[in-house]
C-alpha cells in the first residue's frame, strides 16, 4: 500500500495550480484526482465481545471494516501521513490512518492477523506501565513480536491518568511539570523498549487543555485527540482529531460518510481552550474558514444527538448552545459540503471537557 510521492506530488501541485487558475478565488482540499491534502485517523480500543461496549468492536464487524477500506481506500502508517501534512506532500486520495489507543492484548488476538492479511500498517498507543503488568494488556515480548511486523508503538502516558486533573493546592505550573514528567518517563521507556521515540501523544480519554498543548508543541510532540475529523497540513497539530469506529461507532453505513470527510480548513477558532471553567455558562463556538469550496451556507452542527443550526456571517460560523455544559467530555461537530467533491463533507470538532464539584473528569 505504498505511495510515490515523487512525480504524482508535482503533476498534483501542478494540478492544482492550473484548477486555481480556472476559478479563481476557489481553493480545494485536493491537488489532483490522486492526491490530496487530507488524511482520515480512525480510532479503536476493543477488537473482543466481551469487553466493555462504549469501546469495543467485534472481531468480524472490524474484518468488514477492513474489507471496505481494502476496496474503496489507501491505507497508509501514521509516521508516513504526518510527515506527508509537516512537509506539504499530498497524499493519495481516501488516505486513512488505523490506530488504536491501549495496548489490549485482544489487538494482537484478533485484530492484527486481519490487518496482516490486508497489508495494513497500524499504530498503537501505549501505556509503559500497563504493559507486562496488567494481564488485559500485550507484554514486552509480544510488543516486540508486533513492531518485527510493522506495527508502530507510541505514547499514551505512562499509566493512563486524566491529564487535566490537579492535586489539591497544586498550581498551574507544578501540575503541567508532573504530567509532562509523565509523558517523557513513557517516551524513554517507549525507546528503549522499541528503539524508536516518535514523539506522538495520544490523550488518555481525549482530554487536554491549551496549556497542555501549548507544552507538547514546544517539545516537538505530535498530540492526537478523540474529537472528530479530517486532517491536513493546517490542522492543530498539538490535538488532531481521530474518528471513533468502535462502540456505537461501529456502523460501517455512518463509517462511510466519515471516512469521506475533509478537514475544515479554519484559520481561527473560539474557545480555544477545550477546558471549560464557566461550568454555568452555556459555550459558544466560532470557527472561520478560508476555502470557498466550504459550502457554509448549508453547514449544519450537533452537540449531543441534537441538529444545531448555526449562525453564518460570510466565512465564520456562530453556534451557542441552549444549556450549559455536562461534566465530563462532549463535542460539538459541524459538517458543510464540499463545492467541488460531490458528496463529501468538511468537518470540524470543537471538545469540551468539564470536571466535577471535585475537580475530576470521569472515565
Not at 174 to 189: C, G, H, M, Q
Not at 295 to 313: A, E, Q, S
Request: negative net charge; proline residues 6%; hydrophobic residues 35%.
Amino acid at each position: 500500500m505504498k505511495y510515490n510521492m515523487g512525480l504524482r506530488q508535482k503533476i498534483g501541485i501542478a494540478f492544482g495550480l492550473i484548477a486555481a487558475a480556472l476559478i479563481p478565488g476557489v481553493s480545494y482540499a485536493q491537488t489532483d484526482d490522486n492526491g490530496m491534502d487530507n488524511a482520515v485517523i480512525l480510532l479503536y480500543h476493543h477488537v473482543a465481545e466481551n469487553t466493555p461496549a462504549s469501546t469495543s468492536i467485534s472481531p468480524d464487524t472490524f474484518a468488514e471494516h477492513m474489507e471496505y477500506l481494502a476496496n474503496n481506500h489507501t491505507v497508509l502508517g501514521l509516521p508516513e501521513v504526518i510527515s506527508a501534512l509537516r512537509q506539504g506532500d499530498t497524499l493519495p486520495e481516501r488516505t486513512v490512518v488505523i490506530t488504536f489507543d491501549d495496548g489490549y492484548d485482544n489487538i494482537l488476538t484478533n485484530a492484527h492477523p486481519i490487518l496482516k492479511r490486508h497489508g495494513f500498517p497500524y499504530t498503537i498507543f501505549i501505556n509503559p506501565e500497563e504493559i507486562g503488568s496488567n494481564r488485559s494488556q500485550l507484554t514486552w515480548e509480544q510488543v516486540e513480536t508486533m513492531q518485527n511486523d510493522g506495527v508502530v508503538f507510541a505514547n499514551h502516558t505512562l499509566d493512563h491518568l486524566h491529564m487535566l486533573e490537579r492535586k489539591p493546592g497544586e498550581s498551574e505550573s507544578a501540575w503541567l511539570k508532573r504530567v509532562w514528567s509523565n509523558v517523557t518517563e513513557a517516551e524513554d521507556i517507549l525507546e528503549e523498549k522499541t528503539g524508536r521515540s516518535l514523539k506522538y501523544l495520544a490523550y488518555p480519554f481525549g482530554e487536554y487543555n491549551l496549556a497542555l498543548a501549548n507544552k507538547l508543541s514546544q517539545a516537538g510532540y505530535i498530540g492526537f485527540g478523540q474529537h472528530s475529523g479530517g486532517v491536513s497540513s493546517e490542522s492543530q497539530f498539538s490535538a488532531l482529531p481521530r474518528f471513533p469506529a468502535a462502540g456505537p461507532y461501529a456502523n460501517l453505513k455512518t463509517l462511510k460518510t466519515k471516512l469521506e470527510s475533509l478537514a475544515m480548513p479554519v484559520s481561527s477558532y473560539t474557545p480555544e481552550d477545550p477546558m471549560i471553567s464557566d461550568k454555568g455558562a452555556p459555550p459558544k463556538v466560532t470557527f472561520t474558514v478560508t476555502s470557498e469550496d466550504v459550502d457554509l451556507g448549508r453547514v449544519n452542527c450537533f452537540f449531543g444527538g441534537d441538529t444545531i443550526t448555526p449562525r453564518v456571517n460570510k466565512m465564520t460560523a456562530t453556534v451557542t448552545l441552549d444549556d450549559a455544559l455536562p461534566v465530563g467530555r462532549s463535542r460539538i461537530n459541524c459538517t458543510a459540503p464540499s463545492i467541488a467533491k460531490s458528496g463529501r463533507y468538511y468537518w470540524y470538532s470543537q471538545p469540551f471537557f468539564v470536571a466535577d464539584s471535585n475537580g475530576k473528569y470521569p472515565d
